[in-house]
């Protein structure tokens, strides 16, 4: 059965810096991953997807690295800022179709003014 | 313009109580989900429905009914709630058909379930 694995659990950076959030699962075999954001009391909002034929996907400050074969994910936060501060969330596909996605536990960022 | 919108957004009752909890999208979607969030934040899969047909019942409780009266609407009926029950529910919807699966899924804001 497919598990999705997050750390740090909780990370707290000062602004400015870069950083570095983890996804790990124990089937490679999946369709894709996909990162998300949850701010509190709201729902999630999708930040990068990235099939597994591909090994990056770039959006602004965010960059998603796919290592499938190794079941690894790194989201990269560029120059981090306040606003920055969420849970965010990993999730896989493990197959094409109308399948749901298998999240982690997540990663709660603060980014300390 | 809300894409996956759920109601009510908090809800407050007591043990043994019968609650709905409604979702509808406005994305042209043919699949919906509904996933329950815990205390520890874990988000799992409850059901899935393409086209108002359920595909997916991840081992609920039978004390938990899914209904989808058309393709943009997903309702989940509670019925004999109990204190394990309390959780935040996310309605979530994504597109089917071919290359739909690389299509991100899209969720609303979540419904918190509190029972007394």
């Known amino acids: 059965k497919q598990e999705v694995t997050q750390i740090p659990a909780a990370l707290s950076v000062p602004e400015g810096e870069n950083l570095v959030l983890n996804c790990s699962f124990t089937d490679s075999a999946i369709y894709n991953l996909q990162w998300f954001r949850q701010d509190p009391g709201k729902g999630l909002t999708s930040l990068l997807l990235i099939q597994s034929s591909q090994r990056e996907q770039t959006s602004g400050r965010l960059n998603a690295s796919l290592d499938k074969s190794s079941g690894r994910s790194t989201l990269y936060i560029a120059a981090s800022q306040p606003g920055d501060s969420a849970t965010y969330l990993c999730?896989?596909?493990?197959?094409?179709?109308?399948?749901?996605?298998?999240f982690g536990k997540g990663t709660r960022l603060s980014v300390i003014a | 313009d809300t894409a996956v919108s759920q109601t009510p957004k908090y809800l407050v009752t007591q043990m043994g109580n019968d609650k709905s909890i409604k979702c509808e999208q406005n994305?042209?979607?043919?699949?919906m989900y509904w996933y329950k969030q815990d205390s520890k934040k874990f988000l799992k899969i409850m059901f899935s429905y393409n086209n108002k047909e359920l595909i997916i019942n991840e081992t609920v409780p039978n004390r938990f009914s899914p209904k989808s009266p058309d393709k943009a609407h997903l309702n989940l009926h509670i019925n004999s709630l109990e204190l394990g029950d309390s959780a935040v529910y996310f309605c979530a919807s994504s597109p089917s058909g071919w290359g739909a699966s690389n299509q991100p899924q899209h969720f609303g804001d979540g419904t918190r379930l509190s029972i007394l």
């Open positions: 994305l042209g979607h043919d699949t």
């Open positions: 999730a896989v596909r493990e197959y094409s179709g109308n399948t749901p996605l298998v």
